[in-house]
């Protein structure tokens, strides 16, 4: 069984930054991409950044400049740097981890709260 496990949210200040780290772990288990979702009140969960085994990334236009997504292979483990925040970065955050059968392994969230 696959178990996914984000950690670093927090309440931080406009123009603070945080770090979201996410740790993957299972038998057998082989990740083809791990990314953090995001999902704000009154709005749908949204992609925020991905990471593919190879090392490509994807950002939403809403973060590109201010997020880095980045991966300790050797730990299956994935963070998610944020800087220059904004209050509408306020969202409960979910790291998803995929393997190669394209199988999705969820997070239970961590909450972000962006607040002067």
């Known amino acids: 069984q696959v178990q996914v496990v984000e950690s670093g949210g927090g309440l931080v200040q406009p123009g603070g930054f945080l770090r979201l780290s996410c740790a993957a772990s299972g038998s057998g288990f082989s990740i083809y991409s791990m990314g953090w979702y995001r999902h704000a009140p009154g709005k749908q969960r949204e992609v925020v950044a991905t990471?593919?085994?190879?090392?490509?990334?994807n950002y939403a236009d809403s973060v590109k400049g201010r997020f880095t997504i980045s991966r300790d292979g050797a730990k299956n483990t994935v963070y998610l740097q944020m800087s220059s925040l904004k209050t509408e970065d306020t969202a409960v955050y979910y790291c998803?981890?995929?393997?190669?059968?394209?199988?999705?392994?969820w997070g239970q969230g961590t909450q972000v709260t962006v607040s002067s």
């Open positions: 990471l593919m085994s190879g090392g490509r990334t």
């Open positions: 998803s981890a995929k393997d190669f059968g394209q199988n999705s392994y």
